[in-house]
């Protein structure tokens, strides 16, 4: 059979420990047996990363942006451990950190359903999508502990010289007294990067804060939604037939649990981190859930939204098979070749995507499943079968072909 063929390169970034060892089963078993891969290969193995003084994580970052579509396996975020475990120079930056501040994106994470594993809310028969926004906010604050009584001000020096002072509280003892903040640009992009993934996906948006109680800080960010909706995607929407909404967090949270899901849930820094954990444990599994990175200049990151599995690592090494689940790496890989595919029209590439998503679900559909998903597994007369990763690959491998 002749292999898919494609002429722009997909960025290609290798990353850690067990899911390193996935990675490349996954192409060898499922995919370059019917994809002839082109890729410009980036290292971002911690040991290359090191070697390179973290270069390499700058130029994948670099050639995500040229080439428009990179997928990427999970790496390890150094700690005080890693730097002892890896002899490494210095404590390294996360990379996706890296990665998104250079493209200055938002992360979408979407869970993966299949009919077999049943969400725990049970209404969800669709992804409930977080677009979760990645600047500022109570992540970029200063903190002061104040231990005796005192007043605290919020000013900001203008570069003009006119200063605006807001008198924050009189302590009439010890506290504490935070000042946070957030800029236009940041939030216009991240409301850019909802509305264009909304178009690509064709989900409704529906974005929440807390305007009633912060009016001008997430006020700020309720206009500047609501301004850039206006601005063009208003009839984008209006002609693929889906919908942007704003309402209050609290009402928003109590909507989308009483929801079938379906939407892309966009949230500020915080209410994101918290949410999206929430929704990912809804679903199930760490390891059924995909993230992609989106810039707001349309180019686009996938992987998986778990970490580089370390505890199975170190029995892979010791000489176990795992049953380590490689569903959301391998959906990363079809998600950034089915983008590859609707970037430079090569409708055979998107196909394939397609074919391989369906040959997973169909796998674990059918009771051939990994460890992590045992307790979830719901499908009446099947007793489910846990196998190791490579025999899991092997069997979707039969599915797909
Ligand atoms: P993790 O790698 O996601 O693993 C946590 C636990 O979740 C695992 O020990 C395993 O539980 C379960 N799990 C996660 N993915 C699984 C899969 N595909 N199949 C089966 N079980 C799975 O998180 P972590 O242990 O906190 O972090 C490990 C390393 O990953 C760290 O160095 C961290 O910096 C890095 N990390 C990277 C990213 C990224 O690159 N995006 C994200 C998060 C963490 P059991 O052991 O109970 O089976
Ligand atoms: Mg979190």
């Known amino acids: 059979m002749a292999r898919i063929k494609y002429s722009t390169p997909i960025v290609e970034m290798q990353g850690d420990e067990m899911t390193r060892i996935l990675w490349d089963w996954i192409k060898e078993i499922l995919i370059e047996p019917y994809v002839e891969l082109n890729c410009e290969y980036y290292d971002l193995?911690?040991?290359?990363?090191?070697?390179?003084?973290?270069?390499?994580?700058?130029?994948a970052a670099a050639a995500i942006k040229k080439y428009g579509v990179g997928v990427k396996c999970a790496t390890i975020t150094p700690n005080?451990?890693?730097?002892?475990?890896?002899g490494l120079k210095k404590m390294w930056a996360s990379p996706n950190g890296t990665i998104r501040a250079y493209l200055d994106g938002t992360v979408f994470r979407e869970p993966i359903l299949c009919d077999a594993i049943r969400p725990y809310i049970p209404a969800w028969t669709s992804p409930v999508v977080i677009a979760r926004h990645a600047y500022g906010d109570v992540y970029k604050?200063?903190?002061?502990?104040?231990?005796?009584?005192?007043?605290?001000?919020l000013e900001v020096r203008y570069d003009d010289g006119e200063i605006s002072r807001e008198k924050i509280a009189r302590l009439d003892g010890a506290g504490v007294v935070q000042g946070i903040h957030n800029t236009d640009a940041s939030i216009e992009n991240f409301a850019r990067s909802c509305f264009n993934y909304a178009l690509d996906v064709k989900r409704d948006v529906w974005f929440a804060s807390k305007d009633t109680i912060s009016k001008t800080y997430d006020g700020r960010f309720k206009d500047i939604f609501a301004e850039v909706y206006?601005?063009?995607?208003?009839t984008e929407f209006e002609k693929v037939g889906i919908k942007y909404e704003y309402s209050l967090i609290d009402d928003s949270v109590a909507r989308v649990i009483r929801s079938n899901g379906g939407m892309i849930w966009a949230l500020k820094n915080y209410d994101g981190d918290v949410?999206?954990?929430?929704?990912?444990t809804a679903f199930g599994s760490l390891a059924m859930m995909t993230s992609v990175l989106v810039s707001p200049s349309g180019a686009y990151?996938?992987?998986?939204?778990?970490?580089?599995?370390?505890?199975?690592?170190?029995?892979?090494?010791?000489?176990?098979?795992?049953?380590?689940?490689?569903?959301?790496?391998?959906?990363?890989?079809?998600?950034?070749?089915r983008k590859r595919g609707e970037k430079d029209g090569v409708p055979a590439l998107c196909a394939f995507a397609g074919k391989l998503e369906t040959a997973v679900k169909k796998t674990i559909n059918d009771g051939y499943i990994t460890g992590d998903l045992k307790a979830l597994f719901d499908a009446d007369g099947i007793t489910p079968r846990v196998m190791t990763t490579r025999d899991f690959l092997r069997k979707t491998a039969t599915e797909l072909r």
Do not use: Q
């Not at 193995?45 to 130029?59: A, H, K, M």
């Not at 451990?81 to 890896?86: F, K, L, S």
């Not at 949410?275 to 990912?280: F, I």
């Open 275 to 280: 949410m999206s954990d929430m929704v990912a």
């Open 80 to 86: 005080a451990a890693r730097v002892a475990e890896y």
């Open 230 to 234: 206006e601005s063009g995607y208003k």
């Open 301 to 337: 990151e996938y992987e998986a939204a778990h970490g580089t599995v370390t505890r199975h690592y170190y029995r892979y090494r010791g000489g176990e098979e795992t049953s380590t689940n490689p569903v959301a790496t391998i959906f990363a890989w079809t998600g950034a070749l």
């Open 45 to 59: 193995g911690l040991p290359y990363r090191d070697g390179t003084n973290d270069e390499v994580t700058i130029s």
């Open 141 to 153: 604050n200063s903190e002061i502990r104040a231990d005796r009584a005192c007043e605290a001000f």
